[in-house]
């Protein structure tokens, strides 16, 4: 039974870690995320095959967005076709991916509170579960840098 209790409990606590990431996100100031530090920046595999491959595109249209439920945008489709419009959508972009991860380094507080195997599952199903969107979001935002690169080329 006190797994049980803990198993409700632990799905509460991510739940709201999550909504309160989600809910202070549009709240963040933008020059936090004018750049791709740490878990932005591009892995050496991921190329725009490799997202083909994933069939990561698929995957949009089949996902949520929620991206404008606390107040920030929405993240289906593209806003404008202005260098500012794109400069503005790759910052939401960002600011998405970092929700996403803040959902998974949330969970991380369960270890202080449960046995160490219903933590570590719970990490994981968390995991699992923001994997889809940080690919979408991630793939989202090096097509949209590919297109900044090539239009700041070109002037």
């Given at each position: 039974?006190?797994?049980?209790?803990?198993?409700?409990?632990?799905?509460?606590?991510?739940?709201?870690?999550?909504?309160?990431?989600?809910?202070?996100?549009?709240r963040?100031?933008?020059?936090?995320?004018?750049?791709?530090?740490?878990?932005?920046?591009?892995?050496p595999?991921?190329s725009?095959?490799?997202?083909?491959?994933?069939?990561?595109?698929?995957?949009?249209s089949?996902?949520?967005?929620?991206?404008?439920?606390?107040?920030?945008?929405?993240?289906?489709a593209?806003?404008?076709?202005t260098?500012?419009?794109?400069?503005a959508?790759?910052?939401?972009?960002?600011?998405?991916?970092?929700?996403?991860?803040?959902?998974?380094?949330?969970?991380?507080?369960?270890?202080?509170?449960?046995?160490?195997?219903?933590?570590?599952?719970?990490?994981?199903?968390?995991?699992?579960?923001?994997?889809?969107?940080?690919?979408?979001?991630?793939?989202?935002?090096?097509?949209?840098?590919?297109?900044?690169?090539?239009?700041?080329?070109?002037?």
């Open positions: 039974m006190r797994i049980i209790w803990l198993v409700v409990i632990d799905l509460a606590v991510v739940i709201a870690i999550s909504v309160a990431v989600g809910a202070w996100a549009p963040w100031p933008v020059t936090w995320l004018r750049s791709d530090p740490l878990m932005l920046r591009r892995l595999w991921e725009p095959e490799y997202f083909r491959r994933l069939r990561v595109s698929r995957w949009a089949r996902l949520p967005e929620l991206g404008d439920i606390f107040g920030g945008q929405r993240k289906d593209l806003p404008g076709g260098l500012e419009a794109l400069q959508y790759l910052v939401e972009v960002r600011r998405a991916e970092w929700v996403h991860w803040g959902s998974i380094l949330g969970s991380l507080v369960l270890f202080a509170f449960n046995p160490w195997w219903l933590a570590a599952a719970f990490v994981l199903i968390v995991t699992a579960g923001n994997t889809p969107f940080l690919l979408i979001l991630r793939n989202n935002r090096f097509r949209i840098v590919r297109i900044l690169d090539r239009e700041s080329r070109n002037l």
